[in-house]
């Protein structure tokens, strides 16, 4: 299937990359997607789909950085997976208001963090934060992205990125807080 859909890419260079970063990152993917969906075929779908988005859109892929490229694309299939698995058990998703109060804060978050606690364990502590809100500090934080552009690519709503953003933050500011404590 992936051949099919790559074969609308004009761009021979871009179909080649695009088709060896796939084969490169399959098992990858298909794990992130099988986690969320427990079922094996549902899983190939939400890789599939993903992909399916790319070939679309290949500028979209092609603009980001090829280091953060598996970060974006596996964001793009636990999102995928999310809806299929909400779909497919009727969960109803529930849309955030809009409020204010998680506007993007005019210093940088990751500033702000500087010197209060050692990298490796923060980054452990980011990994281990929900992949929803993982994906949205990743997209906003680490990869420079606006708001719009992650709800964009991520396919929920502003209002939902500014919240999981919020959430994620307020994690690692409680993180670093607790953190601090031992230390003083």
Same mark, same amino acid.
């Given at each position: 299937m992936i051949a099919e859909m790559l074969s609308i890419i004009e761009d021979d260079a871009q179909r080649n990359e695009l088709e060896q970063f796939y084969k490169e990152n399959i098992n990858y993917f298909l794990n992130i997607a099988y986690l969320k969906l427990h079922n094996k075929s549902d899983a190939e779908n939400a890789v599939q789909? #993903?992909?399916?988005?790319?070939?679309?859109?290949?500028?979209?892929?092609?603009?980001?950085?090829?280091?953060?490229?598996?970060?974006?694309? #596996? #964001?793009?299939?636990?999102?995928?997976?999310?809806?299929?698995?909400?779909?497919?058990?009727?969960?109803?998703?529930?849309?955030?208001?809009?409020?204010?109060?998680?506007?993007?804060?005019?210093?940088?978050?990751?500033?702000?963090?500087?010197?209060?606690?050692?990298?490796?364990?923060?980054?452990?502590?980011?990994?281990?934060?929900?992949?929803?809100?993982?994906?949205?500090?990743?997209?906003?934080?680490?990869?420079?992205f606006s708001t719009a552009e992650t709800a964009e690519k991520l396919n929920i709503s502003q209002s939902a990125v500014k919240k999981r953003l919020h959430l994620a933050k307020e994690a690692v500011r409680k993180y670093i807080h607790e953190e601090d404590e031992v230390y003083e």
């Open positions: 789909e #993903a992909f399916c988005e790319i070939v679309h859109k290949p500028d979209n892929f092609f603009s980001i950085n090829p280091k953060h490229r598996v970060s974006f694309i #596996a #964001a793009v299939i636990r999102n995928i997976s999310s809806d299929m698995f909400n779909k497919k058990n009727k969960i109803p998703l529930e849309e955030i208001d809009k409020d204010d109060s998680y506007d993007e804060n005019p210093i940088s978050f990751e500033d702000s963090m500087i010197g209060k606690i050692s990298k490796d364990k923060l980054k452990q502590f980011i990994k281990s934060l929900p992949p929803l809100q993982r994906d949205v500090l990743t997209l906003r934080c680490l990869m420079e």
